[in-house]
């Protein structure tokens, strides 16, 4: 007597899962490139934030000077 019991599509359950599994793992590096991206981006906007910001100072300590 066999102590497993074997299902009509139990196969096709099985490849499906493993298919979402897959696609889950897929969309998680994605997910990770997208983060990765938008953290390159902010750092590329704050440093020309700083940049923007010392050149007004220069302009206004030039100013302030004449």
Known sequence: ???TIHLIGAEQVQQAAHRMSHA???MQRAA???AESNERQRQFLDDWLQRLAGT???HITM???S
Do not use: P, V
């Open 1 to 3: 007597m066999s102590d």
């Open 32 to 34: 990770s490139a997208i």
């Open 63 to 65: 100013l302030r000077q």
């Open 56 to 58: 007004f100072e220069d």
């Open 24 to 26: 889950a793992d897929e």
